[in-house]
C-alpha cells in the first residue's frame, strides 16, 4: 500500500471538494483549483470533510497514480486554503528589480532590461527593506503550487548564481556552494 496514497485528506476552514466526471475541483477561500483523474483504477472518496484516494488493484499503473493523485489533491487544498509562496534573491553589482502593473522588470547584468509577466493566478512583488537594498527580493505567489515553482524556476533561470561571485538569482536560503578562483603561478 503506498504511505502517501492511504493518507486522508481533512477538507477544514471553508474548502469544500467536489468530484464530477473524473474531474476534481477543491474550492477555498483564496480560490478555485480542478485536477483531472486519468487513471481508472483511482478512486476518490469525499465523506464527512475527509478526502480518501484509494486503488482498485496492484497494477503497477495503480499503484504510482495512487500517490500521485493523492499527493495532487493534497497540493490543492493547502493552495486554496493557505496559498503558496516562494522568494528569490538577486545578488549582484548592478543588479536591481522592480515592480511594474503585474510585472516585474530585472537588471541582471544583461544590457537590456528583462520583463517577467505574470501569468493568470500568479502575483509577483519586489520586496526592498533597509537590510536589502542591495538584494532585492522577488516573490512569487499564488494557489497552484506546480505553478508557483515553475514561474520561480523561470526566473531563477534568467541568471543563475555564479559559484565563484555568488552573483545571479536564487531562492532565499539556498546555499550556492562557493569555487575558489584560480591562483596565480607564482610560488
Do not use: F, W
Not at 69 to 95: C, F, P, Q, S, T
Amino acid at each position: 500500500m503506498s504511505r502517501i496514497g492511504k493518507l486522508p485528506i481533512k477538507l477544514e476552514n471553508g474548502v469544500s471538494a467536489e468530484l464530477k466526471d473524473g474531474v476534481v475541483t477543491v474550492k477555498g477561500p483564496k480560490g478555485e483549483l480542478s485536477q483531472v483523474i486519468a487513471c481508472k483504477t483511482v478512486d476518490i472518496n469525499i465523506e464527512a470533510g475527509v478526502l480518501t484516494v484509494t486503488r482498485q488493484n496492484d497494477a503497477k499503473e495503480s499503484r504510482a497514480a495512487h500517490g500521485l493523485y493523492r499527493a495532487l489533491i493534497a497540493n490543492m487544498v493547502v493552495g486554496v486554503e493557505k496559498g503558496y509562496k516562494k522568494e528569490l534573491v538577486m545578488e549582484g553589482v548592478g543588479y536591481k528589480a522592480e515592480q511594474k502593473e503585474g510585472s516585474v522588470v530585472l537588471r541582471a547584468g544583461y544590457s537590456h532590461p528583462i520583463t517577467v509577466v505574470a501569468p493568470e493566478g500568479i502575483t509577483l512583488s519586489v520586496s526592498k527593506t533597509p537590510a536589502n537594498v542591495n538584494q532585492p527580493e522577488i516573490i512569487v505567489e499564488g494557489i497552484d503550487k506546480t505553478l508557483v515553482g515553475q514561474v520561480a524556476a523561470d526566473i531563477k533561470r534568467i541568471r543563475k548564481p555564479d559559484p565563484y561571485h555568488q552573483y545571479g538569482v536564487r531562492y532565499k536560503g539556498e546555499k550556492i556552494a562557493r569555487k575558489q578562483a584560480k591562483k596565480t603561478g607564482k610560488k
